[in-house]
C-alpha cells in the first residue's frame, strides 16, 4: 500500500517512523510519503493561507499550493488501477470508524491532505475529484486544530490490517470493535497482584469455558460502556458464541 500525506508540519508525522508502523514501512509492506505543502507555494514567502472570503475569523488554506502539491501526488501514482482515494480530515466529514479502517486498508493508494487554519478551500475538494475519489473524514464529534492527529490515527488503523504489519493476525481478530463488542478484558502474571485475583476460569485451561468468561466479558462490557454498540449488532451475533462451544 501507498500512503501519501500533504501537511505543513511534516515533523508531526515523525511517529509513523516507530513501532509496527516504522517497521512496515521499512519492510516495504507501506510506502508512506510525507510531503510539505509549502515545497508548493510560489511566493517568496511560501504562503499557504489567506484571509476567507465572506470575512470571519481565522485564515483559509489557498487553493493554489494544494493544487500544486495533489497534482505531483497524482503524477507520481501508478498509471493502473482505481484512483487514488483521498481522504481530508475535516470535522464535517464522515466519522472514522473500524468498518471504514478495514475498507481503507483494501485500497491500493491513500492520500491524506492535513488542512490547518480554518480548513482547505473548497474548489480543491472539488478540483481532486477529477484524479481523486475524495472523501472528507472526521476522527470524532470533537475539534482539533488540523488534520495531522486525524492523519496518525487513521494511518495506524488502517496500516495494522496491512496483511504482514502485525505479526500474529490472530490478534487483529478478538480486539475491540472487529465483531461489534468491546473486547474482554486482559490478564497476566502475577495470578495475585495488591490483593487482587486474576478470574479463577483463566487459571483452569478449560477453554470452553475461558471462551464463555470472555464473551460474556464483551456483552457486559459493550452493554454498561456502549449500548449504542448492541443497538447496532446483528442478532446472530448475541447467540453465536453459545453454539461454538
Ligand atoms: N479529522 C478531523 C477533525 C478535525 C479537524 C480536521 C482538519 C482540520 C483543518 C483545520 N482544522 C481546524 C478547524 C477547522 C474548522 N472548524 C474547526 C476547527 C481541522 C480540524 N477537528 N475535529 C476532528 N475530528
Not at 494544494?66 to 488501477?81: I, N
Not at 479502517?101 to 472539488?126: K, N, P, Q, S, T
Request: net charge negative; glycine share 8%.
Amino acid at each position: 500500500m501507498r500512503i501519501d500525506v500533504v501537511t505543513i508540519f511534516p515533523e508531526y508525522l515523525a511517529a509513523l517512523d516507530l513501532s509496527l508502523i516504522g517497521k512496515a514501512r521499512r519492510d516495504g509492506l507501506l510506502d508512506l510519503r510525507v510531503r510539505d505543502l509549502r515545497e508548493h507555494a510560489t511566493d517568496r514567502h511560501r504562503t499557504v493561507d489567506d484571509t476567507p472570503y465572506g470575512g470571519g475569523a481565522g485564515m483559509v488554506m489557498k487553493p493554489e499550493p494544494w493544487g500544486a502539491a495533489l497534482s505531483a501526488v497524482s503524477a507520481s501514482a501508478a498509471p493502473s488501477g482505481r484512483r487514488p482515494l483521498l481522504i481530508v480530515p475535516s470535522p464535517a466529514g464522515a466519522v472514522f470508524d473500524q468498518a471504514m479502517a478495514r475498507e481503507l486498508a483494501e485500497r491500493e493508494h491513500l492520500v491524506f491532505a492535513c488542512g490547518r487554519y480554518e480548513g482547505i478551500d473548497e474548489r480543491v475538494l472539488e478540483w481532486a475529484a477529477e484524479d481523486f475519489e475524495v472523501r472528507p473524514v472526521s476522527l470524532g464529534d470533537y475539534v482539533l486544530n488540523g488534520g495531522e492527529v486525524a492523519v496518525l490515527a487513521m494511518v495506524e488503523a488502517v496500516g495494522r490490517l496491512v496483511p504482514g504489519v502485525v505479526g500474529n493476525p490472530e490478534s487483529l481478530v478478538e480486539e475491540s470493535h472487529s465483531d461489534g463488542l468491546l473486547e474482554y478484558p486482559v490478564y497476566t502474571k502475577p495470578a495475585s497482584w495488591q490483593g487482587r485475583e486474576v478470574p479463577e476460569v483463566l487459571l483452569g485451561g478449560n477453554h470452553g469455558k475461558v471462551a464463555r468468561f470472555r464473551r460474556n466479558e464483551q456483552l457486559r462490557r459493550t452493554a454498561a460502556r456502549r449500548p449504542d454498540l448492541i443497538l447496532a449488532l446483528d442478532p446472530s451475533t448475541l447467540n453465536r458464541h453459545d453454539r461454538d462451544t
